[in-house]
């Protein structure tokens, strides 16, 4: 079982900054895939960024060049830094942790970019 521990989310302004960080505790292994995926409201959960326990990164269109997802193994904890956000980065972004062919979820944070 994976513990997923979300944190970082907030208002912010048009074309500003956050950190999103995703604490995971549990049983890990060595082979594993973190990611974000974010959830507008009326809207489906879209896939956002992701990044293997190799380091081997991926993001969606949507956010390349403006996003950018890390990882610190020794604190099990991935990161997801936000530049130039804009309104529609408006979501509840959650953290997702895929080991053994099991998915796991954070609880999810509120990211909201207004003026």
């Known amino acids: 079982q994976v513990q997923l521990v979300e944190s970082g989310g907030g208002l912010v302004q048009p074309g500003g900054s956050l950190r999103l960080s995703c604490a995971a505790s549990g049983i890990i292994s060595s082979i594993y895939v973190m990611g974000w995926y974010r959830q507008a409201s009326g809207k489906q959960r879209e896939w956002v960024a992701a990044?293997?326990?190799?380091?081997?990164?991926n993001y969606a269109d949507s956010v390349k060049g403006r996003f950018a997802i890390s990882r610190d193994n020794a604190k099990k904890t991935v990161y997801l830094q936000m530049n130039s956000l804009q309104p529609e980065d408006t979501a509840v972004y959650y953290c997702?942790?895929?080991?053994?062919?099991?998915?796991?979820w954070g609880q999810g944070t509120q990211v909201t970019v207004s003026s």
């Open positions: 997702n942790f895929n080991q053994h062919a099991d998915a796991y």
């Open positions: 990044i293997t326990s190799g380091g081997s990164t």
